[in-house]
């Protein structure tokens, strides 16, 4: 079974930018969907941003317009640039892969927006 695993986070300034990246330890195109998922303190785990195998994106309007989502197949790896950072962008990262059978998460990475 293929693998993720993210990396990426850090400490950042609000204003800032950071780069997540999550690396498949197989083919990310077994994938019907990957995505990105935080989970603040407390708070239920929400969708960021998704993308099909065939390329469709969606965001969560939190994000849009300074979050990307991209992907490398050569390289097996999913990116999600994120821009002017705020600080309740601050959350635990999961990339996530779904396939017609099963969903697999990373581990997480953690982003701390501060002030």
């Known amino acids: 079974q293929v693998q993720l695993v993210e990396s990426g986070g850090g400490l950042v300034q609000a204003g800032g930018s950071l780069r997540l990246s999550c690396a498949a330890t197989g083919s990310i195109f077994s994938f019907n969907v990957m995505g990105w998922y935080r989970q603040a303190p407390g708070k239920q785990r929400d969708l960021v941003a998704t993308i099909s195998r065939g390329g469709t994106i969606n965001y969560a309007d939190s994000v849009k317009g300074r979050f990307t989502i991209s992907r490398d197949f050569a390289k097996n790896t999913v990116y999600l640039q994120m821009n002017s950072l705020k600080l309740e962008d601050t959350a635990v990262y999961y990339c996530?892969?779904?396939?017609?059978?099963?969903?697999?998460w990373g581990q997480g990475t953690q982003v701390t927006v501060s002030s």
């Open positions: 996530r892969g779904v396939t017609s059978t099963h969903s697999t």
